[in-house]
């Protein structure tokens, strides 16, 4: 979670709310409560949220809370009257690293991380990074090649700050930056098919110790319809093989006798 004030002023009272990604889910903030972020499956918090090192700024006295619900009660994300309480059954019990019920981290929905509070000031250019371990559990769907269909989890984030001026500190309304996508990769699965043509002297179908290779046999692969999709000849041990085949498909197989068959 990579946090900057790119602006030309000192900001100060500032609050971020994440909300893990969850199947139904919607934005964080008032103003996205209502728009689906069409998640797909829910990742697994796997340890505290901690500060990188790619940060530059390291007197934010920063604190963050975890809550154990995918609504928890974040009134600072009104964006019509600051900090006013805008939801409706949300949940407003918060934990710390330390308070954490049993230590369980995969039971952690959201959390906020609160920073430059008590007349302490964010200055320009300033940066942090928060590392938020994740994992993708087991029973995560996983994305298909063809045809493209990705499983993603979307994630985002919504904040709030305070600008200073000589005048005093003012508001700034709630804003919530464009999801991003967390995807569980497809493997390119493919099957092969092969086996040994040979010369069965006793006719028994079984591949006797002694019995002759057959070498230099076509051998010509068809799908479902038919229609010819690649070809091989057998080597010196009898040996043919298909390779990169689409699993869950139909194939045949086309044998061309040897010339010197009997």
């Known amino acids: 979670l990579r ?3 790119l602006g030309n002023v000192p900001l100060t009272d500032y609050v971020v709310y994440d909300i893990l990604p969850v199947v139904g889910d919607t934005g964080v903030g008032q103003l996205l409560s209502t ?11 796997t340890g505290p949220i901690t500060l990188s090192g790619l940060s530059t700024t390291t007197n934010s006295g920063y604190v963050v809370e975890y809550n154990l619900t995918s609504n928890p009660c974040r009134p600072e994300l009104n964006t019509s009257t600051p900090d006013a309480s805008w939801q409706a059954g949300c949940d407003h019990t918060w934990y710390t690293a330390a308070t954490l019920p049993d230590g369980d981290w995969t039971k952690v929905k959201s959390f906020r991380i609160r920073m430059f509070t008590d007349s302490q000031t964010w200055a320009p250019a300033g940066l942090l990074v928060f590392d938020v371990p994740m994992r993708a559990p087991l029973s995560a769907p996983q994305s298909k090649a063809d045809p493209l269909d990705l499983s993603v989890a979307w994630n985002s984030a919504a904040q709030r700050v305070y600008r200073t001026s000589v005048s005093g500190k003012q508001w700034m309304k709630p804003s919530e930056p464009r999801k991003v996508g967390i995807i ?8 092969s098919v092969g086996d040994r043509v040979w010369y069965d002297a006793d006719a028994d179908g079984v ?13 010509i692969l068809k799908d479902a319809d038919g229609v010819q999709v690649d070809e091989t000849t ?13 699993p869950e498909t139909k194939y045949s197989l086309e044998f061309t006798l040897p010339s010197d068959y009997r």
């Open 35 to 45: 728009g689906e972020r069409g998640t797909e499956w829910s990742p697994e918090l």
């Open 3 to 5: 946090l900057q004030n």
């Open 207 to 219: 591949q006797d110790a002694g019995e002759t290779p057959a070498k230099g046999v076509r051998v």
């Open 184 to 191: 569980v990769p497809f493997t390119l699965i493919k099957v």
């Open 234 to 246: 057998t080597n010196a041990a009898g040996h043919y093989w298909f390779v990169n085949l689409e």
